[in-house]
C-alpha cells in the first residue's frame, strides 16, 4: 500500500470537482486498513473514507487523509433450494454486483440496477430506487471499528434503516469503515416488484408480459439512462435533496394551494416529490456559471464542467431558501457535502 501525497481527488468524485486530497491511500484488504489507521492516527489526522464519489460535494481541498475503499470478492455463504445469502465485499462495484446476482438468478436486488457507487457505501444510505430499498434484502454487515481496531457485525435490525439512513447517518457516523454487506436473495419464485409505473409502462411498451429479473434489470436501466445525467457525461451525485415528508394536514394545505402536487403516501405522513417542488419555484434548467439543475430532473443539480463544489453548494441553499419560501417546506440535503 502506497501513501500519495496531494493527490487529485477530480476523477475519484462523480461531481467531478477538481480538487486533491493532502493524503491518499487505496486500501485492498483488513490489514492495510489497519496498517493506515496505524500510520494516522484518527486522533491527528482528519480521515474521509471514498468509495465510488458518487454520493460527495467537495467544497474544498481535503487536509487530510482520503481512504479509498478497493476490498474485493463476492461469495456465497449459505444457501438452500429458495435463497441465498452473498457476501460482496466493500470495494465491489454496485451495479456490477446487481448484474452478477441477476445472472445468477438470484433477485432482489435487480430494481437497484445502475446506481452508481460501491457495495460498502450501500447501506449508509439504505439506497432505493424504483419501489425496492436496500434493507428488503439486507441481511448483515461487518465494520471495522475505527476507535479499537475491531470487526463488528451488524444486523438489519442495528442498521436501524430508513429512507436514505441508517444509523451511519447518526449515532455512528464516521465510526466505522463497512467491510462487507451480506444479501439474502431467491434463487426461485422471484418477488417481482413492478408497482413504480414506469416499469409497467416500459414493459409493456416492450411486450413484455411474464417478466424475468433479467427484464426488470434491463427496464431500470433504460429508465434511468433516459432521466439521470451520466456523471461520465455531466458532473452530479443523483438526488441532491431528499423528497419531503410531511405530515397530512400539511399535504392536504399544500394540495388545496396547489393542485398539481405531486405526493405518495409514506409512513408518517406524505412524500412529496421534491423534483416537483424545485421545478414549481422556477429552478429546472436554471445554470449559473457552471453549477446547474439538470433540465430534465429537477432534484438532479449538476457541474457543466469547472464549477467548484462551493458553487453547487451556494446554488444548493438558494433553491432551499426558495422553496421554502413557496411552499413552506423544508428540503434535506442528501449528498454528503465535505
Ligand atoms: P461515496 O460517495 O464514495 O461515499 C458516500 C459516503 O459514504 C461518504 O460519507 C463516505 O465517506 C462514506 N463511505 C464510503 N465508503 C464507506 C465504507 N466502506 N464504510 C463507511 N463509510 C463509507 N442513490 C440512491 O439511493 N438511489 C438512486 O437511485 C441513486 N441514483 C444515483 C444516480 C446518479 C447518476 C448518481 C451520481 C448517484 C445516485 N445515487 C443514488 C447516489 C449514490 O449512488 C449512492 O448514495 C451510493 O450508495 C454512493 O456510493 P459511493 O460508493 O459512490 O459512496
Ligand atoms: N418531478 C417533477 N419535476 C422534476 C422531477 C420530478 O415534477 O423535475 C416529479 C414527477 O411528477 C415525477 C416525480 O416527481 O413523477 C418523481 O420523480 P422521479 O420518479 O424521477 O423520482 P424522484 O422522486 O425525483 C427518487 C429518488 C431517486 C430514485 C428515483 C426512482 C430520492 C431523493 N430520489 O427520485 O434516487 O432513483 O426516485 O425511484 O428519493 C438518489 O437518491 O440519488 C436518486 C437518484
Redesign the pocket.
Known amino acids: 500500500m502506497r501513501i500519495i501525497e496531494n493527490h487529485s481527488l477530480k476523477s ?4 467531478g470537482i477538481d480538487v486533491s486530497a493532502r493524503y491518499f491511500a487505496e486500501v485492498e484488504t483488513l490489514n492495510e486498513l489497519q496498517q493506515v489507521y496505524d500510520l494516522f492516527p484518527i486522533e491527528t489526522t482528519p480521515h ?9 460535494l467537495f467544497t474544498d481541498h481535503y487536509e487530510g487523509l482520503v481512504i479509498k ?1 478497493n ?1 474485493k470478492g463476492i461469495e456465497v455463504v449459505e444457501e438452500n433450494e429458495s435463497e441465498v445469502v452473498v457476501k460482496a465485499a ?2 465491489e462495484d ?1 451495479d456490477q454486483f446487481v448484474s452478477f446476482c441477476v445472472l445468477h438468478g438470484w433477485g432482489g436486488l435487480e430494481n ?1 440496477s ?9 447501506p ?7 419501489g425496492v ?2 434493507k428488503d434484502c439486507f441481511e448483515s454487515l461487518e ?2 471499528e475505527k476507535d479499537n481496531g475491531q470487526v463488528r457485525y451488524f444486523s438489519a435490525q442495528a442498521c436501524q434503516f430508513g429512507y ?1 439512513d441508517s444509523i ?1 447517518k447518526r449515532e455512528a ?2 465510526k ?4 462487507s454487506v451480506n444479501f439474502r436473495l431467491r434463487k426461485k419464485n422471484h418477488l417481482l416488484n413492478l408497482g413504480y409505473g414506469a416499469i409497467q409502462a416500459e414493459l409493456q411498451q416492450r411486450g413484455v408480459l411474464q417478466p424475468t429479473i433479467a427484464d426488470v434489470r434491463e427496464v431500470v436501466c433504460s429508465i ?1 439512462q433516459s432521466k ?4 461520465a457525461v455531466t458532473g ?4 441532491f435533496f431528499k423528497n419531503p415528508v410531511v405530515e397530512q394536514s400539511v399535504f392536504e394545505r399544500l394540495k388545496a394551494e396547489y393542485p398539481g402536487l405531486v405526493a405518495f403516501p409514506d409512513k408518517g405522513g406524505m412524500k412529496l416529490a421534491a423534483g416537483w417542488l424545485i421545478e414549481q419555484a422556477g429552478w429546472k434548467g436554471f445554470r449559473e456559471g457552471d453549477a446547474g439543475v439538470h433540465p430534465l430532473q429537477a432534484l ?1 443539480l449538476v457541474n457543466y464542467g469547472k464549477a467548484s463544489g462551493g458553487e453547487i453548494a451556494a446554488l444548493s441553499e438558494k433553491i432551499k431558501a426558495s422553496v421554502s419560501k413557496t411552499f413552506g417546506v423544508s428540503l434535506e440535503t ?3 457535502i ?1
Open positions: 475519484l468524485n462523480t461531481f474521509l473514507l471514498l468509495g465510488g464519489g458518487s454520493n460527495l475503499i476490498l466493500a470495494g454496485w437497484l445502475l446506481i452508481p457507487g460501491h457495495v460498502g457505501s450501500s449508509i444510505q439504505n439506497i432505493g430506487a424504483y430499498e436496500l465494520a471495522f436514505r451511519f457516523k464516521g466505522y469503515v463497512i467491510l434511468r439521470l445525467p451520466d456523471p452530479n451525485a443523483g438526488s438532479v442528501e449528498v454528503n465535505v
